[in-house]
């Protein structure tokens, strides 16, 4: 089964990106062979700084390799190494309803969000509609943002098939498990717009400020709480075995608990958690060949079927290549 999914290299991965979507696409792995990549062209629509965005897409990378990803199963790989996408996107976008786009949620609330509203960023499901049939993908983990972005990419294959031959692969999403919005420190759901995060490779002093400030409410220590509305609480359950996660909502139902306690566990858990990682990923910045190579690997994997599938959408529409 092909599996597919990007991350756009827009900022740092924080615990709402891990336990939303990273954690899966590393878990889906196993007996799969997935394709991941880092949607450098589509962070190109709001990240117009050159060396910000080599700096993220490098990031992203390391995040990845450092979290678990094994790139001798799963293809990683940096958008821009499979040219072809544009390609694709072009043809694609002819047979995309404008009405389409402008239905599109995420291009409306990125101009609600005050970006300023370029060609790439409306025409940005198109791409991405490129990068899941350009490989033939059958399933592409997201989080539930992405729903509407999949559906058109479905109606994309669709429109595309019925005009001109069963080329495309009509793709499934699989939404990530919503019900687990990971709350920010200050009790809103976590993510980098908010700048309410805590990035998964925090450490020391800074982690230590993030966690120590999460918002509680003022119910004195003696009193009974309620964990299911306790952000720290709701963080710590993501970290816990189930035992000691049982043990301090009892804890918190029985009164007599500070929140500076919770917070306190909360901040070894999360400082455990990741501390694999952390030392993985300062082992992989030491090594920049190894990730370059990598990804060059990747790429060089990811294009070889990307040019398999060109051959046949040109001759399926008219436009075969002298080679
Ligand atoms: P952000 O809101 O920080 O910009 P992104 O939109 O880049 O995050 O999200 C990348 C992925 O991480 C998405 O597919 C989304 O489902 C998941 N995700 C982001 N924030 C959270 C959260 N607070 N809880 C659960 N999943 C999240
Ligand atoms: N739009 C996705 C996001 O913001 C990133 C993305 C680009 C993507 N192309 C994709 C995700 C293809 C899945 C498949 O999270």
């Known amino acids: 089964m092909r599996i597919l999914s990007g991350i756009q290299p827009s900022g740092r991965?924080?615990?709402?990106?891990y336990f939303g979507a990273l954690r899966q696409y590393i878990s889906l792995q196993a007996g799969n062979q997935p394709f991941?990549?880092?949607?450098?062209?589509?962070a190109l629509t709001t990240v117009q700084e050159p060396g910000l965005l080599?700096?993220?897409?490098?990031?992203?990378?390391?995040?990845?390799?450092?979290?678990?990803?094994?790139?001798?199963?799963?293809?990683?790989?940096?958008?821009?190494?499979?040219?072809?996408v544009t390609e694709l996107a072009w043809i694609l976008s002819c047979v995309t309803p404008m009405g389409m786009l402008e239905r599109a949620t995420s291009y409306k609330d990125k101009v609600a969000q005050g970006i300023s509203p370029n060609h790439g960023l409306f025409a940005y499901p198109v791409l991405q509609a490129a990068d899941i049939l350009i490989?033939?993908?059958?399933?592409?983990?997201?989080?539930?943002?992405?729903?509407?972005?999949?559906?058109?990419?479905?109606?994309?294959?669709?429109?595309?098939?019925?005009?001109?031959?069963?080329?495309?692969?009509?793709?499934?999403?699989?939404?990530?498990?919503?019900?687990a919005v990971v709350p920010g420190i200050d009790g809103r759901k976590m993510s980098k717009s908010?700048?309410?995060?805590?990035?998964?490779?925090?450490e020391g002093k800074n982690l230590k400020k993030k966690v120590m400030s999460i918002v509680t409410d003022s119910t004195p220590v003696e009193e009974p709480k309620d964990p299911s509305e306790?952000?720290?609480?709701?963080?710590?359950?993501?970290?816990?075995?189930?035992?000691?996660?049982?043990?301090?909502?009892?804890r918190y139902k029985a009164g007599g608990m500070?929140?500076?306690?919770?917070?306190?566990?909360?901040?070894?858990?999360?400082?455990?958690?990741f501390a694999p990682a952390r030392e993985r990923r300062r082992e992989l910045e030491?090594?920049?060949?190894?990730?370059q190579d990598v990804l060059r690997d990747g790429g060089r994997r990811a294009r070889a079927v990307a040019q398999q599938v060109m051959e046949k959408v040109r001759e399926a529409t008219g436009l075969p290549t002298l080679r």
């Open 230 to 250: 306790s952000t720290p609480y709701l963080l710590l359950r993501l970290l816990a075995t189930e035992d000691e996660t049982a043990e301090w909502a009892d």
């Open 194 to 202: 908010y700048g309410n995060e805590i990035g998964i490779f925090d």
């Open 258 to 273: 500070g929140y500076g306690d919770v917070k306190k566990r909360l901040l070894e858990l999360v400082d455990d958690y």
């Open 135 to 179: 490989y033939l993908s059958d399933v592409v983990p997201v989080g539930q943002d992405q729903k509407q972005h999949l559906e058109m990419t479905r109606d994309i294959a669709s429109k595309f098939n019925q005009q001109f031959g069963e080329v495309f692969v009509v793709p499934e999403p699989y939404i990530l498990d919503n019900s």
């Open 54 to 84: 080599h700096q993220y897409t490098q990031g992203v990378a390391l995040d990845f390799l450092a979290l678990g990803l094994d790139p001798e199963q799963s293809a990683l790989f940096a958008q821009q190494d499979v040219p072809e």
């Open 36 to 42: 991941y990549f880092i949607a450098s062209y589509h």
């Open 286 to 291: 030491n090594d920049p060949g190894y990730v």
């Open 13 to 17: 991965p924080h615990l709402g990106n």
